[in-house]
């Protein structure tokens, strides 16, 4: 069973900076996709960007394209989320998940429900 834990949220105003990590154990890391994901009071979860098995595979939510930037280390079995130009509507909980199953080595799914492991969220919170 795969355990993941992330680190690196906070309050921030807005305009700024903050990188979120994804820290896996118990399992091989290399062969899941990754995934960030986020919910907000009252919404639902959303997908926020996700990295294929090969590092250069990734993809982003159009409302984070061009400001955030994930990547994956696969020898510190960690992901990694650098979020840049923070919005008040970027406030939520942020969580990190594995998919075990992907469709391939360049495949990551931007669905919630394609992914089987998940941390236990990092709140995120940017100030006006």
């Known amino acids: 069973q795969v355990q993941l834990v992330e680190s690196g949220g906070g309050l921030v105003q807005a305009g700024g900076s903050l990188r979120l990590s994804c820290v896996a154990s118990g399992g091989t890391f290399s062969t899941l996709a990754m995934g960030w994901f986020r919910q907000a009071p009252g919404k639902e979860r959303e997908f926020v960007a996700v990295v294929a098995l090969r590092g250069g595979a990734t993809r982003y939510a159009a409302s984070v394209k061009g400001r955030f930037t994930i990547s994956r280390d696969n020898g510190k079995n960690a992901v990694y989320l650098q979020m840049h130009s923070l919005k008040p509507e970027d406030t939520a909980v942020y969580y990190c998940?594995?998919?075990?199953?992907?469709?391939?080595?360049?495949?990551?799914?931007?669905?919630?429900?394609?992914?089987?492991?998940w941390g236990q969220g990092t709140q995120v919170t940017v100030s006006s």
């Open positions: 998940a594995g998919d075990r199953t992907p469709g391939g080595p360049y495949s990551a799914s931007s669905s919630p429900t394609a992914y089987e492991y």
